[in-house]
């Protein structure tokens, strides 16, 4: 059973920087593309940042672009979202998902999904 779990949120004040991290309990998922993707209340879950299983090709959301960066560590399962100059809108629940086949921001073809871990920005 492949299992996702987040880690790392809490609350921070507006330009504070916190890194979240994501461990996956499968090896299989050393070949997977690992994303984050984030959802506010009362709105859709929408694309953050996504990265092949290599580290050869990464995308953001134009609106984290130059604050945010995701990198993984196959070693050890895991893909980490670095967080900076973080803004009240950046405030939602963040979940690490999975996919088989490449960078994708539409969260449709994502396999996987862990639970999430909330991130507050406060003004």
């Known amino acids: 059973q492949v299992q996702l779990k987040e880690s790392g949120g809490g609350l921070v004040q507006a330009g504070d920087s916190l890194r979240l991290s994501c461990e996956h309990s499968?090896?299989?998922?050393?070949?997977?593309?690992l994303g984050w993707f984030r959802q506010a209340q009362g709105k859709d879950r929408e694309f953050v940042a996504a990265i092949s299983w290599s580290s050869g090709n990464i995308d953001y959301a134009n609106s984290v672009r130059g604050r945010f960066t995701i990198s993984r560590d196959n070693a050890k399962n895991t893909v980490d979202l670095e967080m900076r100059s973080l803004k009240v809108e950046d405030t939602a629940v963040y979940y690490c998902?999975?996919?088989?086949?490449?960078?994708?921001?539409?969260?449709?073809?994502?396999?996987?999904w862990g639970q999430g871990t909330q991130v507050t920005v406060s003004s």
């Open positions: 998902a999975a996919n088989s086949k490449t960078v994708y921001s539409d969260r449709a073809r994502y396999d996987y």
């Open positions: 499968s090896p299989t998922l050393t070949t997977y593309a």
